[in-house]
């Protein structure tokens, strides 16, 4: 049990108890943003990173297409889910009851992803859970940390594996962190020849759509497009927000919102005004940022994520596949931060049937730093042959749970 003097602080018991959840199914607090993939829905999504791809946004376009129907984008699955854990028994809830490392900083690091199928117009989606590591280290900036990783298993509506979504948090002391932060931020205002470049980026944008890109067309070297997306406002996240949900704490506002206070107090730290808030505000919040060691509020993992995605969508076509996708958090994008998202082919490959073309990927800001360099393997049509979806790795989830566990035990 975590006492008020280890909240905040990391412990060895609090890594030892995390460690014992290891391939145990999580149930899912949150009911799902969306219980179904529907026109509004995917739209609401894609608007909110800047897609107005007509595979997502028209069925009338979409049913033309090889897939018959609208389809979701490949992130579009972070609305979703409906809980496919077991009922846990009394035991199991003792064991996941609270949160090991309460009153630390979790900051997403990794996350990589596997698509197997689409989701379709009129999907449900189901999501099985599942934590598979646990791993102390030390930061520069945070001092001890905890990496953990978790797996979420999606499934579509009739019980086929859609996706796999891996992804490793760092927790971190916040008192440490805030301590030790030594980053200078200066955001100088845009003058009007940055602003017009940006301006041009967003003119310029093509997507391949019903053109199919060919295997064989492509050449080792040749860059993708580049996509821009910011510079980033606060009217950006919450525009995000609509679409994605608002995913960690649960949804809901005033005697909604007053009920989850009750039941989680931590969740809701007080503002200025000693009024409980969100622990989400950081993100909307310069002051909330600022208590926590922050030079200001920043992005989601989950954005650009979903931007390297729209770089990948937009090339490939409606004829290609986005198969995986590995990317890693390594700095913050602020409010106010111009993020070039830009990609070049690094390889291409047969393989077991699959027309593989693997990429080398990047978010890099206007100062220069990368902050999110990231790999992908798409599969392209040839010209005397369509893609061919990749088979998942099992036939049903408790499968592809052991798939994964054992994965993650040899890597």
């Keep these: 049990m975590t006492t008020a003097e280890d909240f905040g602080v990391l412990t060895d018991e609090a890594i030892e108890r995390s460690r014992r959840r290891l391939g145990v199914p999580k149930p899912q607090r949150n009911p799902p943003h969306n219980y179904e993939v529907t026109w509004d829905g995917v739209r609401h999504f894609a608007y909110g990173y800047g897609d107005d791809n007509p595979l997502y946004c028209d069925p009338g376009y979409a049913t033309g297409t090889r897939w018959g129907s609208l389809v979701a984008p490949p992130t579009f699955l972070y609305t979703m889910g409906e809980d496919a854990a077991p009922e846990p028994d009394p035991e199991t809830k003792a064991l996941l009851k609270g949160d090991p490392f309460a009153g630390l900083g979790s900051y997403q690091a990794v996350m990589e992803f596997e698509w197997w199928r689409p989701l379709r117009l009129g999907d449900r989606c189901r999501v099985l859970q599942t934590q598979v590591g646990v791993q102390p280290k030390t930061s520069g900036f945070g001092g001890r940390t905890v990496h953990v990783t978790n797996d979420y298993l999606y499934t579509n509506g009739d019980g086929e594996l859609h996706a796999v979504r891996r992804g490793t948090w760092i927790n971190v002391e916040r008192h440490t962190s805030k301590k030790r932060a030594k980053e200078k931020l200066e955001q100088p205002p845009y003058t009007a020849e940055q602003l017009a470049e940006i301006d041009a980026a967003y003119a310029a944008e093509t997507r391949r759509g019903a053109e199919p890109r060919y295997w064989e067309d492509v050449e080792i070297g040749d860059a993708l497009p580049a996509r821009v997306k910011g510079p980033l406002t606060t009217t950006d996240v919450i525009v995000w927000h609509l679409g994605w949900g608002m995913q960690l704490t649960p949804p809901g506002a005033f005697k909604i919102a007053a009920g989850i206070r009750r039941k989680a107090p931590g969740l809701y730290p007080p503002n200025a005004l000693n009024i409980p808030d969100t622990v989400q505000r950081l993100h909307w919040e310069p002051e909330r940022a600022a208590e926590l060691g922050l030079p ?100 049903d989830l408790p499968g592809a749970v052991a798939h994964e566990l054992a994965r993650f035990s040899i890597d």
Excluded at 296 to 305: H, I, L, Q
Excluded at 362 to 388: F, S, Y
């Design 296 to 395: 200001n509020s920043y992005d989601y993992g989950g954005m650009r994520e979903t931007w390297l995605c729209h770089l990948l969508t937009d090339w490939i076509g409606d004829e290609g596949w986005l198969w995986q996708l590995r990317c890693e958090h390594r700095g913050f994008n602020y409010i106010g931060d111009a993020t070039w998202v830009r990609g070049e082919v690094v390889d291409k490959r047969r393989v077991g049937g699959r027309n593989e073309v693997h990429l080398e990927l990047r978010c890099e800001n206007q100062r220069g730093e990368v902050i999110t360099p990231g790999t992908a393997v798409v599969l392209l049509p040839t010209k005397d042959h369509p893609v061919d979806l990749p088979a998942p790795p099992a036939s």
